[in-house]
């Protein structure tokens, strides 16, 4: 029944029917209960050790880059700082470190390759399943405790992946038909199928490693996946092979536009952010539009002070009192979590300079406020690095002209590298700490 | 001690390691995970993927595939591929295509889902387009 070469792992696995097994095997009957669990009613001819290869040795390189770029914005949030946190204290924070603000493109490309890979990982998945689904019915259910647990943690595996897929792509929609927290499922999530995977990967590599350096040998061992009974082919595994790989480059196509921006954009149908925003110079994507939050021009207009605050006390500022500063011009990308980014050029005042204003040069963290009074990301705290980074604005204008309603006027955060979301709009508070 | 490890377990020490690390990562995520949200929605969504997928998902496009081959026979694959990737991007996308969240897609982002239906519509019939010109193409090659 041994699938694989005697490699590290795989030799160990399957070789024990004897041992504590009798006992349970008394207690499941012998002949398979009902037709796929039988072998001979599974007919692909294209199922094969060699077909999940060519598959898994593709998933492990996009896998993990889904799954690091995915940690990292976790990261990028800065949970340690105020009331940044949106994700319970575990024992992955282990893990977190003060996220920088070079390159400024970080985020945007790293969010980028979530999304965008993510989606195009997508059809591969759903491959690898389909070549594996004969092993959901094999028969014994068990042959070993190491067997049963092997497949405990391969419903640990699939349940998780195929969560992660699907609430990142509705995520992406903003579309939420569950009651869960998405942020907070979809990060530990993520660790329940980092362990699984990792398990996975040591007992598999050894036979896809095989199966792709000798084909030939891969063919003459016990291949657990072929059919014993193929019906005759009506497509080739290139084939197939090619369908997917068309199918993961028209996802990435027409998704991968709203990251890279330019005439790319346009090429992005499908995308959430994806097409064109109208022209002018305010005409990029938003996350969050003034009216949904209930900000309007009542709160935003000559009457707006800015509330500057710390060691020194604390002054309030016009818009005119903040355009007489020092103002200073970069262009800069704004990257969203969910995967799309546009650099802008934007122009203001510079946050160390407003540290300094405020009795705290070497400012430690800064707590920021919207004039938005309900709903997420109304508030965010930036740390040391963030602030003393001479591209780190309190931005007036973008594109020299006024920001819009919708990115924030009167004033806006905008830090290199920072997830979106944190770049506050309708700033209405800044409270510095020495 | 490894022999009856083995005769007990069903593996090496090195496996058993293994998978106590692998279930130690697992299952300390895990608890985080169910505490996410009602435990009812999050196990739903979590055991309902792969009931979905396994078990209705996978033998009803099996099924949809075997029907099609049958009938069509060697031209199968000009509608097969097309039909898949439209498939599949209606897979993906159809929040956005059905306007699914139409209410909180506008709140967001200020532009409307309603594009979506008539670019995938688009891009599927592109997709069909141009397996029908393979067609077309090889069958006038092959006189």
Known sequence: ?434 | MSRRLDAVYGGGPVLLLGMLAAFAVSGAALVYFVQSGPLVSVALWFGGAIVLHDLVLFPAYSLLDRGAARSLGGAINYLRVPTLLSALLFLVWFPLILGLSEERFRNASGMSTSVYLGRWLAVSAALFAISAVVVVVRRLRAR
């Open chain 1, 1 to 434: 029944m041994n699938s694989g070469p005697p490699g590290l792992l795989a030799g160990t696995v399957a070789g024990s029917i004897r041992g504590a097994m009798p006992t349970l095997r008394s207690l499941v009957p012998e002949d398979p209960p009902a037709p796929p669990f039988r072998r001979d009613f599974w007919r692909s001819p294209l199922r094969g050790v060699r077909l999940t290869s060519i598959l898994g040795a593709t998933l492990l390189v996009a896998i993990p880059l889904v799954s690091v770029t995915g940690l990292l914005s976790h990261v990028a949030y800065n949970p340690g700082l105020g009331e940044n946190r949106i994700v319970a204290r575990g024992p992955f924070d282990v893990l977190l470190f003060d996220w920088p603000t070079h390159p400024a493109w970080l985020y945007a490309a790293s969010q980028g390759v979530h999304v965008t890979l993510g989606l195009a990982a997508f059809p591969i998945v759903l491959a690898k399943l389909w070549s594996v689904i004969p092993k959901l019915f094999v028969w014994p259910p068990a042959r070993s405790v190491a067997h049963a647990l092997e497949r405990a943690s391969l419903a640990l595996l699939v349940g998780a992946v195929l969560f992660e897929f699907v609430t990142g792509i509705l995520n992406i929609q903003n579309y939420y038909p569950w009651k869960f927290n998405f942020v907070e499922a979809h990060y530990y999530g993520a660790w329940v199928f980092l362990g699984a995977f990792g398990l996975h990967v040591g007992l598999k590599f050894p036979t896809m490693w095989a199966a792709l350096r000798k084909p030939r040998l891969s063919q003459e061992l016990a291949d657990t996946l072929a059919a014993p009974a193929p019906d005759p082919p009506t497509i080739s595994r290139r084939g197939l092979l090619g369908t997917v790989g068309a199918a993961s480059v028209l996802l990435a196509v027409t998704g991968a536009g709203q990251s890279i921006g330019g005439p790319f954009r346009r090429l992005a149908l499908l995308a959430p952010r994806g097409g064109t925003s109208g022209d002018g110079p305010n005409a990029f994507p938003v996350n969050k539009t003034a009216s949904a939050v209930g900000v309007g021009p009542d709160r935003t207009g000559a009457s707006w002070r800015l509330e500057l605050k710390g060691p020194a006390g604390a002054v309030k500022l016009s818009r005119e009192d903040l355009l007489r500063l020092d103002q200073h011009a970069y262009d800069l990308p704004i990257a969203c979590v969910e995967g799309w980014s546009t650099t802008q050029r934007w122009s203001g005042v510079r946050l160390r300079d407003l540290a300094r204003m405020a009795g705290a040069a070497d400012g430690r963290e800064v707590r920021v406020q919207s004039l938005q009074r309900a709903g997420e990301f109304r508030q965010t705290t930036l740390g040391a690095d963030q602030i003393a980074d001479e591209r780190s604005l309190l931005a007036l204008r973008v594109n020299a002209t006024d920001l819009s309603l919708d990115h924030g006027f009167p004033a806006r955060i905008i830090v290199p590298a920072l997830p979106g979301v944190h770049c506050t709009k309708w700033v209405s508070d800044l409270e510095f700490t020495a």
